[in-house]
């Protein structure tokens, strides 16, 4: 038996905890910036766009997502890259791996961190085949901060993940079959189209509240 000066602390506490539960399960409260990865043009600059072949739900059964896109943009000579935005509130679904299920049997290796030409605030996560000009990149973003290790940011912002309204995390991929290991990313196509799909999208006007 709890002791009843205890009595109220404890009911503060349990209180509390209670709090993300009501707040992420039973109200379902999120916070959008009413910005979309749909309205990034299929045109940007001198790539043009179709869309790939991935099924309507494809994007909400891996990343738990209703706005994405994944697009198939080509340049004037004709250079293919494949690009992949996505906004979920499930972060772990979007910064978990994703290459694993955008670039399913590749044999990626691990090349660290980047940034993008011009761009020292935006950290991008590079990969390289390991036996083919097979290259892929990516990009996390949270409230108009680009985020270079994602589950450091989530830990330092867990109280205020646990305490308000979800906000979306945005992720940019972009995958290259034919890129040159010889040429730095700063030089590649990819960067330069990756680059102007996050202009794109920064640009977005944010509604008032």
């Not at 869309?51 to 000579?77: A, H, L, V």
Request: charged share 20%; hydrophobic share 40%; net charge neutral.
């Amino acid at each position: 038996m709890i002791s009843s000066r205890y009595a109220l602390p404890v009911a503060i506490l349990l209180l509390l905890a209670l709090i993300p539960t009501i707040i992420h399960s039973y109200l379902g409260l999120i916070k959008n910036d009413g910005r979309s990865v749909q309205k990034i043009k299929p045109v940007l600059g001198n790539f043009s766009s179709l869309p790939s072949n991935r099924k309507p739900g494809w994007g909400e059964d891996t990343f738990g997502s209703q706005d994405w896109f994944e697009r198939i943009y080509k340049d004037e000579q004709g250079h293919s890259i494949r690009l992949f935005a996505a906004r979920s509130y499930d972060h772990k679904r979007l910064y978990h791996h994703p290459e694993l299920a955008l670039s399913y049997a590749k044999d990626f290796s691990n090349k660290g961190l980047m940034v993008l030409p011009g761009q020292p605030e935006i950290p991008v996560n590079l990969f390289r085949g390991a036996s083919r000009a097979d290259m892929a990149a990516f990009v996390l973003l949270y409230e108009d901060n680009f985020i270079a290790n994602p589950i450091s940011h989530q830990i330092q912002d867990s109280l205020n993940l646990l305490l308000s309204a979800r906000k979306p995390m945005t992720l940019f991929y972009i995958a290259d079959d034919m890129a040159p290991d010889n040429i730095p990313f700063s030089q590649t196509s990819a960067a330069s189209l990756l680059d102007k799909a996050i202009r794109d999208f920064m640009a977005q006007q944010i509604p008032p509240p």
